[in-house]
Nanobody, 119 residues
Framework: QVQLVQSGGGLVQPGGSLRLSCHAA???????????MGWYRQPPGEQRELVAT???????TYADSVQGRFTISRDNSRKTVTLQMNNLKPEDTAVYYC??????????WGQGTQVTVSS
């Protein structure tokens, strides 16, 4: 079992930055390290969509809409994955969710955190 606890988010003006963190509470490093970690978001009235992923080997993928603005990273010793969001746009407004996926396909989700980009 993997428990994901998110922090960060909030209200920011267009062009601003925010940082989201996700900590695998009550997990040991040997459990966290093999996980593929990701961030998803769900804009108001829309379906959840993939934002970024990072593999155990630190290979990253990004949605086209955030490429060049968002950066996903992981610290296995701290069992944490981070999403640095720069040059935020109003269309980035959404509830953001941390995701962990095991090699067998099991998935775990964080509690979600609101990001609002508005002037």
């Amino acid at each position: 079992q993997v428990q994901l606890v998110q922090s960060g988010g909030g209200l920011v003006q267009p062009g601003g930055s925010l940082r989201l963190s996700c900590h695998a509470a009550r997990s040991i490093t040997s459990v966290f390290s093999p996980l593929t970690m990701g961030w998803y978001r769900q804009p108001p009235g829309e379906q959840r969509e993939l934002v970024a992923t990072i593999s155990p080997g630190r290979a990253t993928t990004y949605a086209d809409s955030v490429q060049g603005r968002f950066t996903i990273s992981r610290d296995n010793s701290r069992k944490t994955v981070t999403l640095q969001m720069n040059n935020l746009k109003p269309e980035d407004t959404a509830v953001y969710y941390c995701n962990a996926r095991t090699s067998s396909g099991s998935e775990y989700w964080g509690q979600g955190t609101q990001v609002t980009v508005s002037s």
